[in-house]
């Protein structure tokens, strides 16, 4: 039997998108807040299955006409600070809120919506002025706390090697140079620091080589991967910079044959964990991408991740196919399910649950 406590952990281990801009009590998310003391919530300026509708009908719509078009959880600074609040108010316990704002082309709070241009980090990372990092990175913060937003999961540690890829296409990646990322990087997390705003460093142990996007498909990394990825990664998980760390989706066979890096405990446990020394929070990329749903059906990919290594599985429930209104409750009973098989340990629970209060426990009341 799994007690109500344990309820409370599991949900805690969830985050999830929701479809609503204003908050209702008959809501599936307040619910979720309510009953099951679900740990975190992230939000979209864009409806994504709306976004690529109109894209077939104009080819070239750009992300700040969709966020017009197709607006989301976020539409202006007044209103996304009344949901916000909302937000907290619903929640039983301190509440992730958390939002993808590198600067540049990935920015949820942006013009459509009231919120200043930002600067790509590709941009920062060619003037390779730290002040102008910190400035920019500082401006963003600040834009997240007076939101009611706690956890920007930014910033972007992947090098940019492969011109093809999604990094390096949508300008990113501070730089194809370890020590630029690691150093730009650096300031992105100082400057957030200052403003009381949690960071995520991303894509462990980094994508910049792939050529796949897999927000779409798998992304087969074995022969491109180059060991200088890891740098910008462990240099800040040493310096104890790393609030978060994101797991990527790409498909390093020579590290593991079977399983992408978030479902692999060979990589999140081996690599991370033991011979990194990271002790903090591991956070998955949204498990509704292409590389994952396409070969896993969510409830696995769950348990899996959880199997190896993860302690917030994020679900964006922003994906091409659409809103999910039971995203949470299916992920919520299969690791009940499991717990209550014993495939899922109740110290595993137990592990990632104290982790995720223990930084909790650094938000401010913004």
């Not at 590709?122 to 102008?132: Q, Y």
């Not at 403003?195 to 897999?214: E, N, R, V, W, Y």
């Not at 104890?240 to 992408?260: C, N, Q, Y």
């Not at 991408?289 to 969510?298: D, K, N, T």
Request: hydrophobic share 40%.
């Amino acid at each position: 039997m799994v007690s109500s406590e344990l309820k409370d952990k599991i949900g805690q281990m969830i985050m999830v998108g929701f479809q609503e801009a204003e908050l209702s009590e008959g809501c599936p998310l307040v619910r979720a807040l309510k009953s099951f003391s679900l740990g975190g919530v992230i939000l979209y300026n864009i409806d994504l299955k709306c976004y690529l509708e109109e894209l077939k009908r104009k080819p070239d719509l750009s992300r700040h006409e969709a966020a017009r078009i197709c607006p989301k959880n976020i539409h202006s600074p007044d209103q996304l600070k009344r949901l916000t609040n909302s937000l907290k108010s619903y929640s039983k316990d301190p509440l992730f809120i958390a939002v993808d704002q590198e600067g540049g082309l990935v920015s949820r709070l942006g013009p459509a919506a009231g919120f200043p241009e930002t600067e790509s980090p590709k941009a920062l990372g060619e003037k390779d002025d730290l002040a102008a990092t910190s400035q920019a990175a500082g401006g963003i913060a600040k834009n997240l706390k007076l939101s009611g937003i706690n956890l920007n999961l930014a910033p972007v540690a992947d090098l940019s090697l492969n011109p093809e890829g999604l990094i390096a296409r949508n300008g990113r990646s501070f730089g194809s140079d370890p020590d630029v990322v690691y150093r730009h990087a650096r300031a992105f997390i100082l400057a957030h620091r200052q403003q009381g705003i949690l960071t995520t460093l991303k894509h462990f142990p980094g994508k910049g080589s792939a050529a796949k996007d897999t927000h779409f498909e798998m992304a087969d990394v074995t022969t491109s991967y180059q060991d200088q990825e890891l740098i910008p990664f462990s240099r800040l998980i040493e310096e104890k910079l790393a609030d978060m760390v994101m797991t990527s989706h790409i498909h390093h066979r020579g590290w593991d044959p079977e399983f992408p890096v978030t479902l692999s405990p060979n990589i999140l446990r081996g690599l991370l964990r033991e011979k990194l020394g990271y002790e903090g929070v591991v956070i998955s990329d949204d498990l509704l991408m292409g590389a994952i749903v396409q070969q896993f059906s969510l409830e696995e990919a769950s348990l899996l991740a959880i199997e190896a290594g993860v302690d917030i599985l994020l679900a964006s429930n922003n994906s091409p196919e659409g809103y999910d209104p039971n995203l949470f409750d299916r992920m919520f009973e299969a690791i009940y399910r499991a717990v209550e098989r014993g495939r899922l340990s109740k110290t595993m629970i137990e592990a990632s649950h104290g982790r995720i209060r223990a930084l909790k426990s650094r938000l401010q009341n913004i």
